[in-house]
């Protein structure tokens, strides 16, 4: 980064004075390296707990970042470490709607740059639930009874700074959190 400007400096791979689609390189994979879960059932008298957690080591691009250039306000925390005055040795550049600080927004976005860690523990599924005693269900003539209460995606562990870390590339809102809760019968 220039620190006089605070806008981020790219090298003109292919030498011609312009920054294009020629001076683009794969330089870092993105994607999953592996990935998997953990899934079980626990039950002790009438209880009854079930949960699947799901784990992915991946690199992904952070498409937030972005934010450099294009918005000036309503930034998120980690973007605090950005150029202000000259002299500034921030992580980020300038924030601004003008040419050059949009422009080098742009390329920055498209450079490896914005590829990190997008690994996760994600608890997918939760569910608990309670079998009523015979002698209630005997007085309400169920054969079966049970009470419960579920949830999905409950809790995410990442240091991703995007938000969903399941699909790293773009502005992916993460998946809705749902709890449900009810009453089962059968007769």
Do not use: C
Not at 56 to 65: C, E, H, I, R
Not at 67 to 91: C, E
């Amino acid at each position: 980064m220039n620190t006089a400007t605070g806008i981020f400096g790219f090298t003109d791979v292919d030498g011609n004075g312009s920054y294009d689609f020629r001076d683009q390189q794969t330089v870092r994979f993105i994607g999953p390296q592996f990935f998997g879960g953990l899934q079980n059932s626990f039950q002790y008298k009438n209880f009854q707990l079930d949960f699947l957690f799901q784990f992915v080591k991946q690199t992904g691009s952070d498409a937030l970042l972005n934010l450099t250039g294009a918005f000036a306000s309503a930034v998120p925390a980690y973007m605090l470490d950005r150029w202000q005055k000259p002299g500034d040795n921030a992580t980020y550049q300038r924030l601004g709607t003008q040419s050059p600080v949009t422009t080098a927004a742009n390329l920055y976005s498209s450079s490896d740059q914005v590829i990190g860690d997008a690994s996760f523990i994600r608890l997918k599924n939760l569910a608990v639930s309670w079998i009523l005693p015979k002698r209630w269900m005997d007085k309400i003539h169920a054969d079966n009874a049970r009470l419960f209460i579920q949830g999905q995606n409950l809790l995410t562990i990442t240091d991703f700074k995007g938000l969903d870390p399941e699909r790293p590339a773009g502005f992916n809102l993460p998946p809705l959190r749902v709890i449900t809760a009810g009453i089962q019968f059968t007769f």
